[in-house]
T-cell receptor
């Protein structure tokens, strides 16, 4: 799986959009971009994933650049409960067991 | 929201005790996983199951064992707990389709004294 690079930390004001960047310059054509988050001491929570096109669900939007070398996770109206470590990972199509490797992620702190 | 459950959420036990960590999912997923994670550290896959009666060890060696007798149930057992087993244990499941998104339970935080 391709390596990703994320800023170690970001702050966001409550109610504003949180834009979390991720670089994945070595991504290959059949690899998906996944985002998870982990609130302290809890299990990781799946947020969203995409291949080429921008994606949106009830939690967030995922914007993937045309060359697919980077992406941005957007939380449109951040709340205090969105404070967590956010992980961007790149994964190939899985036909067998595949460990999730999160890396260091971005600590997002939503400020009141 | 994924329907995957783990019990207990917290467990403190003495050395030498046998324990079983429970994991259940109601999504009918074929694949299930057990990860071990220390605070602030990376996830480590310790067990994996493709389906009923199919289990494999993960990348991180573990003294624990697992069983998969029913699709929805994937318990992890430690025959004789030691302080080195103190960690958070996370269970996950995936549908096994082309995206293979893994959904996690809340975790069990185990402390062995």
């Amino acid at each position: 799986d391709a390596k990703t690079t994320q800023p170690p930390s970001m702050d966001c004001a409550e109610g504003r959009a949180a834009n979390l960047p991720c670089n994945h310059s070595t991504i290959s054509g059949n690899e998906y971009v996944y985002w998870y988050r982990q609130i302290h001491s809890q299990g990781p929570q799946y947020i969203i994933h995409g291949l080429k096109n921008n994606e949106t669900n009830e939690m967030a939007s995922l914007i993937i650049t045309e060359d697919r070398k980077s992406s941005t996770l957007i939380l449109p109206h951040a709340t205090l409960r969105d404070t967590a470590v956010y992980y961007c990972i790149v994964r190939g199509l899985s036909g067998s067991a595949r460990q999730l490797t999160f890396g260091s992620g971005t600590q997002l702190t939503v400020l009141p | 929201e994924a329907d995957i459950y783990q019990t207990p959420r917290y467990l403190v036990i003495g050395t030498g005790k046998k324990i079983t960590l429970e994991c259940s999912q109601t999504m009918g997923h074929d694949k299930m996983y057990w990860y071990q994670q220390d605070p602030g550290m990376e996830l480590h896959l310790i067990h994996y199951s493709y389906g009923v009666n199919s289990t494999e060890k993960g990348d991180l060696s573990s003294e624990s064992t697992v069983s998969r007798i029913r699709t929805e149930h994937f318990p992890l057992t430690l025959e004789s707990a030691r302080p080195s087993h103190t960690s958070q244990y996370l269970c996950a499941s995936s549908e096994g389709d082309y995206t293979d998104t893994q959904y996690f339970g809340p975790g069990t935080r185990l402390t062995v004294l």
